[in-house]
């Protein structure tokens, strides 16, 4: 059995170039087992960019180019979500192993679609759920499943997404607001959390939302707030906002009956100690307090590829982890719902 450190180096693509494209390029371009052979992107300034600054072997506009290139066997997919399920298909039933970044696709139809793919060909497929190899994350879900806050329920407070500060920022959150909705795209990774934490499936879920930019559809939002009820009881709320007006305003929170603990980020610190990377300030009821310093890292990238070969060269299961893919874009996709029509959806 090998494993990602060693062995021989994969030929891989990278389809969709842009703002989290890029961050896998880099990483296809630093792994140790990867050769960036051809970056795909529609725009052209976009993909010859990618090309001289990563030294990319071939640049494409069209996905289909790479299909039939036996020297790819890896392809990373950061398009938009409307697109993932033609071209994950696709490059599934072409023998390559796929990293899709989420929302997995638009409705659990595609994402259903995409999964018997998976099935029906064997290939791997794995989702970028980026949140999975964040180690404050991580340690927080061992500290809470270990008991530091007492038995369920839990109150789940994840507030705070994405300041949209730029023009140039605001138009590529338009542009995934068109394709879902913040609460969608940004909230998979929360709800996911939510679930990892607890261990819990969702009973039902709720939400507003609210358009504060004249260029948002009159149909959808850029600010969402969901609450999510679970089957041990927990409760959690997930809130964003992609506007120009909304403050980064941040708090990760788990509450329980023996504690309680606050997730900052290294970049959101007040106390200045930014270089000491994710913070943990764990309560222990009636006034213990621990704090402990996690090395920061939001995007590890790169750990998705690793753990995509590794997942080919073991030939893992990937079916409980597109099952959690699938059960938290279910979440968010109802909360979307929840709040156009104003109603509660019930999930079990
Ligand atoms: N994991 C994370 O933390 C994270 C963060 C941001 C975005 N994302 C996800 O990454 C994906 C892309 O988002 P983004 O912010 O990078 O968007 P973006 O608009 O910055 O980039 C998307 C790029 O894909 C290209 N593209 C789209 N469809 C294509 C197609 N069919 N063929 C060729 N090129 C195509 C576009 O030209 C564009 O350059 C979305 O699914 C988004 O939810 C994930």
């Not at 450190?5 to 389809?15: C, L, S, T």
């Not at 989290?20 to 960019?49: C, F, S």
């Not at 390559?96 to 970044?101: D, P, R, S, Y």
Request: charged residues 25%; negative net charge; proline residues 4%.
């Amino acid at each position: 059995m090998s494993n990602s450190a060693g062995g021989h180096r994969y030929g891989a693509a990278v389809i969709g170039c842009g703002g989290m494209g890029i961050t896998h390029v880099e990483a296809v371009a630093n792994h140790p087992r990867t050769d960036l052979v051809a970056v795909v992107d529609w725009k052209e300034e976009v993909r010859e960019q990618c090309q001289r600054d990563y030294a990319a072997q071939n640049a494409y506009a069209d996905y289909t180019a790479i299909l039939d290139r036996d020297d790819i066997q890896l392809v990373v997919v950061a398009t938009w979500p409307s697109t993932h399920r033609e071209i994950v298909e696709a490059c599934l039933r072409a023998g390559k192993g796929v990293l899709c970044e989420k929302p997995l696709a638009p409705s659990l139809e595609e994402a259903n679609s995409m999964i018997d793919t998976v099935r029906e060909t064997g290939r791997k497929l794995r989702v970028g759920y980026i949140l999975h190899y964040h180690r404050a994350y991580n340690k927080v879900t061992e500290m809470i499943r270990e008991g530091a806050l007492g038995p369920p329920p839990y109150i789940m407070r994840l507030l705070g997404g994405e300041h949209t500060s730029t023009c140039e920022h605001w138009r590529r959150d338009l542009k995934l607001i068109v394709e879902t909705s913040p609460g969608i795209d940004c909230g998979c990774h929360y709800v996911d959390i939510m679930r990892r934490v607890t261990g819990a499936d969702a009973v039902w879920v709720s939400g507003v939302g609210a358009r504060t930019e004249s260029e948002t559809p009159s149909d959808n939002f850029d600010y969402e707030l969901f609450s999510v009820k679970f089957d041990d009881g927990s409760s959690g709320i997930y809130e964003v906002g992609w506007t120009h007006q909304y403050r980064n305003f941040s708090e990760k929170e788990f509450v329980g009956p023996a504690g309680r603990i606050r997730l900052t980020y290294a970049h959101e610190r007040r106390d200045g100690y930014r270089e000491e990377g994710d913070q943990i300030e764990y309560y222990r009821y009636p006034g213990e307090l621990t704090v402990i310093n996690m090395p920061p890292g939001f995007k590890r990238v790169g750990e998705e590829l690793t753990d995509l070969i590794d997942t080919i060269e073991q030939d893992k299961d990937v079916m409980d982890h597109l099952d959690d893919a699938y059960g938290s874009l279910a979440i968010v996709l109802a909360g979307h719902q929840a709040a156009v029509e104003g109603r509660t959806i019930w999930l079990q």
